[in-house]
């Protein structure tokens, strides 16, 4: 079944008796040194897409300035390598940290290492909660695409074009944008996962169903669009959404917050935090909407 055109997912209405624990616990891993933005990015989008509890788990070196930026989330400190990226020895500390979350989202500014290449794709593996992969947690990914045939979760990808060659086999991101559907298709065809081909036209797919978002425009082309995308997803699904309706609804809602920061701020001077800032004016329209 592919259609355009469908019903977006809605979300459960909110009860009055709720607390934090209601709307789930996330756990983000990520950041690296010159790369502590990717993670407050996703840290904040977390929080502002309605996740109850949004902890960030980051290396030594990023700590400060994650802790420092993210007032409303909770935060861990990891052994780091001497490049400042997360060491393998941190993996027991993201073990007990994952026993008290519900969501894992792995990858934004978490940098390249052998060990955090390792550790990524350990986490991939192993996790046993729903889990959203993205930036160089794609690319650790690729150089041992199989983890994912044997996955504990479910997996949401969220590559745009050149990470999607990487992760299909592709020369190029150009061959990816000859053929987005049929390359996101027959890459979940291998591989059992939610896909999110980011771009003009975002595709997500699960194999048996797929959409092409129709919301956002060319300033969400700014570094760190995608991590707001990732801590959007990751709390739809921790808000009880299943894999595939979190990446519809998360994709929708990213282009929608980013359409509504172009009509207050234009696209030329537009930057991922004023996605972020536009995510509750985007959610109460979607709210309104259904």
Do not use: W
Request: glycine share 10%; hydrophobic share 45%; aromatic share 2%.
């Amino acid at each position: 079944m592919t259609k355009d055109d469908v019903p977006l997912p809605r979300l459960p209405k909110r009860k009055t008796d709720s607390h934090k624990g209601s709307f789930g616990r996330i756990l983000i891993v990520g950041g690296s040194r010159g790369m502590a933005g990717a993670a407050v990015l996703a840290g904040r989008s977390a929080l502002r897409g309605g996740a109850g509890l949004v902890r960030v788990a980051t290396p030594h070196t990023a700590f400060q300035a994650v802790a420092a930026q993210l007032t409303c989330c909770l935060t861990a400190s990891l052994d780091e390598t001497r490049s400042g990226t997360i060491a393998l020895r941190a993996r027991t500390e993201i073990a007990r940290l994952m026993d008290a979350n519900d969501v894992l989202a792995i990858g934004p500014g978490i940098g390249r290492h052998r060990q955090t290449d390792f550790l990524i794709r350990t986490l991939v593996r192993n996790a046993p909660m729903p889990a959203v992969i993205d930036a160089d947690g794609l690319n650790a990914v690729a150089a041992s695409i199989e983890v994912l045939n044997h996955a504990q979760g479910p997996r949401i990808l969220t590559p745009h074009p050149g990470e999607m060659a990487r992760l299909a086999g592709l020369p190029s991101a150009a061959e990816v944008q000859k053929a987005r559907r049929d390359v996101a298709q027959q890459f979940v065809a291998r591989h059992p996962c939610v896909l999110v081909l980011k771009g003009h036209g975002t595709v997500v797919t699960d194999g048996d169903r797929l959409f092409v978002n129709r919301t956002g425009n060319p300033g969400m082309a700014t570094a760190g669009s995608g991590d707001v995308l990732t801590g959007v997803i990751a709390a739809l699904l921790a808000q009880g959404l299943e894999p595939y309706d979190a990446a519809v609804l998360g994709a929708h809602a990213h282009g929608l917050a980013g359409d509504l920061a172009r009509d207050s701020l234009g696209e030329t001077a537009l930057i991922a935090s004023d996605i972020v800032d536009m995510l509750p004016a985007a959610f109460k329209q979607l709210q309104q909407d259904t």
